[in-house]
Each structure stands twice: as C-alpha cells, then as structure tokens.
C-alpha cells in the first residue's frame, strides 16, 4: 500500500506558489539570521576573551540564558513582548508599507513576523556558534599561544592571525551543523506566523491536499545544498 | 645601550602557587656569547629562559634585556621586546595552518609593519640559511620534525634578534634528526648572536658553548667554561648529573 501523495494538488496552481513564496521566505530568513547569528558568535566570542571577569559573567549569561530556554518560547517572546516594548512610532513605521523592503517572493523583511523570527534565530544559534568556537580555541594547544607571545604579536593580531583561524577549522562540522540547524529552526517560526515553508504547508494541507511531503523535500534539497556550499567554503 | 649585558637577571625567583621553581638567580649574559643551561628536569631550565621574554610572569626579582626591565615592560614596549628575542620552543610551535613562509612572515608584518615583498624577501632568506628554501611553500605537516623545527628557528630570526633562546630544541625529535638541528644552531653561533641553550646535548655543549650553566632545584650549581664543567666540575651535583647523561648508551650529537 502505497501512500497517497498528490503532486498536481501541491505542484499546480496557487498550492505551488504559496510553497514557491514559502521557499523564499525560509531563504531569506536563513540568510539574515545566518549573517546575524555569525554576528552574535564573533561578539560573544570576542567578548569571552575579555581578560575582565564582569564581562566574562556577562557572556557566559547570555549564554546560559539562550542555550536553557525553548526557541519556541524565545520566539513567542520576542514576538509579542519584544514587538510590544517597542516605541510606538518605531511600531507604527514597521507597521506601514515599505515597497523597498519587500524581495521577490513576497518576503517582506520589516514584517514583525520576519523580524521576531531573524532576531531570535540570530541570538538562538549565534550563542551555539559561540560556543562550538569556543570548544575550538579550547582545542589549540597552549604553545600557539605562546609562540604568538614570543614573536610580539598583540592579543588581537595572535587571536585573528594564528587563534581564530584554528579555532575554525577544528570548529568546521559543527559549525556548519548549526548553520544547517537554523534553516531548519526557521520552521519554528510558522509559530509567529512567518509564512515559510512549514506553514505554506498547512495552509496547503487544509486546502486540498497532502504538503507535508513536498515541504520535506524542499527541506532536504536546500539543507543539501547549504552542506555542500558550507563545507566548500569552509575548506578554502 | 650596546654597552650593556645581553640580558641580566637580579635575584630572579619564581613560584608557581606554593613551589617556588627559581630560587634566586643573580647571572649576566654578555652579547655574543653562547651559553647551555642544563640540569635535571623540574630544575627550572625551561623557566629561567621563558622568563627573559616574560613568558613566565615575574615574580620577584628583575630580568634586562638589552638593557630594558622586562618585568616593566608593557603593551608595544613587551611587543618589541619580545619580537627582538628570537625563542625557539621545544614541540616547535609552528603555526599549523600556515606555510614556513608564511610562518616565518606573520610577525614581521604586524609586529614590524613590514610589507609583503619585503617580508617575503626575508623569509627566503633566513629559511635559506637553515637549508629549507624549497620548502617555503610547504605546511608544517608535510615536513618532517628536523626541518619543523628548523623552520622554527628560521621564524625566530626572521626579526632579525640579537638573542635566541632555545628551549630544549632537539628533545621533541627522533634521533636522527637531532644532528641537523645541532648544525644550524651550530652556524648561528659563529654569527655572533647571542644564544642561550637549554639543551642535554653534552655534545653540543662541549663544542659550542663559552660558558656552561647547571641549574638544580631553582639554583645556578655551576657556572664554568665548558673544559672545566667536563673535567671537573665543582658541585657534586652536577658531577652526577653528568656522569647519568654522560654514559655510553645516552644518545648524543652524532
């Protein structure tokens, strides 16, 4: 027995456009909270080098806070907290049309639902990028270090020139695993309503037929091709 | 300042927690002159000489280099201190993810602000001088421990320092390799540099040395001319060190 799986009811007419639309908007939130996550490692791990105890609490309290607590919960609460607390004119402009902001796909990156879901990816997965980079400087033997030290180089140039980049590489699998991590977590965010794959899906699904599979495929074929670019790139 | 000792330590003591592994070194290194330190191991050897570059954090006593108190020396002052003291580790310290070139490079560009071509220029040159010019292009793991190691010391006289210190450079190496090590640092001492050795080469020390150092228990024990510590040495101590290192089935220079 097989099962029943309608391509023409999802790969026709409007069920093909709203997954087409789905598809865009998983993109695009993948790449802004990618970048934004990469944003959140690279200060969180330059704040845990700080030789002051304050900010090294600091740091590992942002940690502790967002590797301890559900993404589901995070987002509902920079959606309708985070949106709240906003200044009213700030709310009233997100609110408005911005055609300029609006990608092909109809991804509308000022939407409170794109925004609460980048936002909360960025700092979500940016905290496990800092800390597979920090398993990474922890793995790069002391004598690195001291080399750096013995030819004069300043903590920054050692950590650019000769600690980070090792860091990296040590880093590489699960750091690109947590890249792949957010494409899929975007899918937490059809809980905000951010109209991405998974919920393109639903909608789907009440409409007239079975999506789920087809999301599925879409999932693997686009975490198929971040791996390959992620590991290309990384081995450069 | 050419006028003043290569490096001075005034009474030099440090502890790590409790254990106190310097206990009181008073020493001057003249310029150009090649001094071996050797002694047991936990003598403090390795302490002593990290101690010039501030490696080891002070904690009593004072250490000039060239005339510049390292355990005041802060932020650039440290950088260029530190770059104008070539210092060769035990297990190398290469820097794994670059070529020798570019390890021989790194700090001559952001230390020394040198530019590329001029850093480039050097690099051949020095990683000539230790036999590895057609290796410029190849990482530290493609090259075997003996030319790591050389490219280590190529590294450390890329700032072109008028003291290299020498942290047990051929104990991390098979046998066999030891002897070019020997030969390179061998050469450097003809070049005038000023060299202090860590080493339990007797070989190397017997021939090389002006002057020999045995540390035992944080303590200078002897401090003679190489013809004198082999003959007779004058602390007990160290005629036993010597004659354990000295027996016919310890591995030495070839």
New interface residues.
């Given amino acids: 027995m097989s099962i029943p799986i309608d391509w023409a009811g999802v790969l026709t007419g409007e069920p093909a456009r709203w997954l087409a639309e789905g598809l865009a908007v998983t993109l695009a939130t993948t790449i802004v909270a990618g970048l934004g996550a990469t944003l959140v490692a690279v200060s969180l791990t330059a704040l845990r080098l700080s030789p002051s105890a304050p900010i090294l609490w600091l740091s590992r309290g942002i940690v502790s806070v967002f590797r301890n607590t559900p993404l589901l919960v995070q987002l509902l609460v920079w959606y309708f907290v985070g949106f709240g607390v906003l200044p009213a004119g700030a709310r009233a402009w997100l609110v408005a049309d911005h055609p300029w902001a609006v990608l092909p796909g109809n991804v509308s990156l000022l939407a409170p639902e794109f925004l609460a879901a980048a936002w909360g990816l960025s700092l979500f997965v940016g905290v496990f990028l800092s800390e597979e980079i920090q398993a990474g400087l922890n793995a790069i ?1 002391r ?2 270090r ?2 750096a ?6 903590s920054w ?1 050692s950590i650019a ?2 600690l980070l ?2 860091a990296l ?1 040590n880093a590489r699998q699960p750091v690109v695993g947590q890249y792949l991590n957010l494409m899929k977590l975007t899918s937490i965010a059809c809980s905000v309503g951010l109209a991405e794959i998974t919920y393109q899906a639903r909608v789907i699904e009440s409409y007239n037929s079975h999506a789920f599979e087809a999301g599925t495929i879409l999932y693997l074929a686009v975490g198929f091709v971040m791996e390959r670019l992620l590991l290309a790139g990384g081995r450069s | 300042m050419s006028s003043s000792p290569m490096i001075e330590f005034r009474d030099v003591h440090k502890s790590f927690g409790d254990l106190e592994v310097i206990r009181g070194v008073s020493l001057t290194v003249h310029r150009g002159s090649v001094v071996v330190v050797c002694g047991p191991s936990g003598s403090g050897k390795s302490t002593l000489i990290r101690r010039v ?1 501030r ?1 080891e954090t002070p904690s009593r006593g004072e250490v000039f280099v060239d005339g510049i108190n390292s355990s005041l020396a802060r932020g650039e002052e ?6 104008g ?1 070539g ?1 060769v ?1 035990q ?1 190398f ?5 670059l070529t020798a070139r570019q390890n021989v490079t ?2 001559l560009r ?2 020394l602000k040198q530019g590329k071509a001029e850093a480039d220029e050097v690099a051949e040159e020095v990683l000539a001088q230790v036999g590895l010019a057609d290796k410029a292009e190849s990482l530290p793991g493609q090259l075997s421990g003996g030319q790591q190691q050389r490219v280590a010391i190529a ?1 450390a006289l890329a ?1 072109k320092p008028e003291l290299l210190l020498f942290d047990e450079p051929t104990s991390a190496l098979d046998p066999e390799m030891i002897g070019e090590v020997l030969a390179v640092i061998r050469d450097l001492a003809h070049r005038g540099i000023t060299l202090v050795v860590v080493t339990h080469e007797m070989g190397f020390a017997r021939t090389v040395a002006d002057r020999i150092l045995f540390l035992d228990r944080g303590i200078i024990e002897e401090d003679s001319p190489p013809e004198t510590f082999f003959r007779g040495a004058a602390s007990p101590r160290a005629r036993q060190f010597l004659s354990r290192i000295l027996s016919p089935l310890h591995t030495a220079e070839s």
């Fill in positions: 033997p004598g690195q001291e080399a030290a013995s030819q004069g180089l300043g140039d020139a000769v980049p090792q590489r | 570059n490696l440290l950088r260029l201190l530190r770059s003291v210092f580790f297990q310290n290469l820097y794994p993810h790194l700090a952001k230390v590294r700032a």
